[in-house]
T-cell receptor
Framework: ETGVTQSPTHLIKTRGQQVTLRCSSQSGHNTVSWYQQALGQGPQFIFQYYREEENGRGNFPPRFSGLQFPNYSSELNVNALELDDSALYLC?????????????FGAGSRLTVL | QKEVEQNSGPLSVPEGAIASLNCTYSDRGSQSFFWYRQYSGKSPELIMSIYSNGDKEDGRFTAQLNKASQYVSLLIRDSQPSDSATYLCAVIRQSGNTPLVFGKGTRLSVIA
């Protein structure tokens, strides 16, 4: 059974650029959630995808968008990057979208915006 | 008031002692509570979940939940230097469609 894998692990962008982060969910999991974790903070919920549809969204602007594919892998896209977007981006998969299901996190993608 | 509050620490305890980590939450209807451990530069790892009032023990870890006080805690017995990490409290709210709401985390340092 494979866990949650994310790519790239590290990347550096400049303000105004766009970035795409990728996530492969754990085998058997159909739900993917994305979190942003700034330095010294807890993870903040960005959005969740269930069966290729957005199934909930946190307090993030529309320039944060996502996709989920038929194999349940997912992408997080961020347009018009800002310095405050520098953070660890965590993908987590779960067996279902129901709230009580446990999330399994990937290792994260660390984004630095200069 | 933040939805999930934790003392950011650092909390320093000697090796072999009991570490006590605390968390309060604001949504009285919350039903599911989790403790994640996060080593520096790594992703969160689930160590305990608790859903009903009382204590739940798993090895050296005990989670305690008091819904009336909106309080959840994690005790780590016989603390080891390898327990040094940030411990994140996470809650599933009754309202809204957010899988988990996290606190800022408490940094624990176990001194050998």
């Amino acid at each position: 059974e494979t866990g949650v894998t994310q790519s790239p692990t590290h990347l550096i962008k400049t303000r105004g650029q766009q970035v795409t982060l990728r996530c492969s969910s754990q085998s058997g999991h159909n739900t993917v959630s994305w979190y942003q974790q700034a330095l010294g903070q807890g993870p903040q919920f960005i959005f969740q995808y269930y069966r290729e549809e957005e199934n909930g969204r946190g307090n993030f602007p529309p320039r944060f968008s996502g996709l989920q594919f038929p194999n349940y892998s997912s992408e997080l896209n961020v347009n018009a990057l800002e310095l405050d977007d520098s953070a660890l981006y965590l993908c987590a998969s779960s067996l279902d979208a129901a709230g009580a299901n446990v999330l399994t996190f990937g290792a994260g993608s660390r984004l630095t915006v200069l | 008031q933040k939805e999930v509050e934790q003392n950011s620490g650092p909390l320093s305890v000697p090796e072999g002692a009991i570490a006590s980590l605390n968390c309060t939450y604001s949504d009285r209807g919350s039903q599911s509570f989790f403790w994640y451990r996060q080593y520096s530069g790594k992703s969160p790892e689930l160590i305990m979940s608790i859903y009903s009032n009382g204590d739940k023990e798993d090895g050296r870890f005990t989670a305690q939940l008091n819904k009336a006080s909106q309080y959840v805690s994690l005790l780590i017995r016989d603390s080891q230097p390898s327990d040094s990490a940030t411990y994140l409290c996470a809650v599933i709210r009754q309202s809204g469609n957010t899988p988990l709401v996290f606190g800022k985390g408490t940094r624990l340092s176990v001194i050998a």
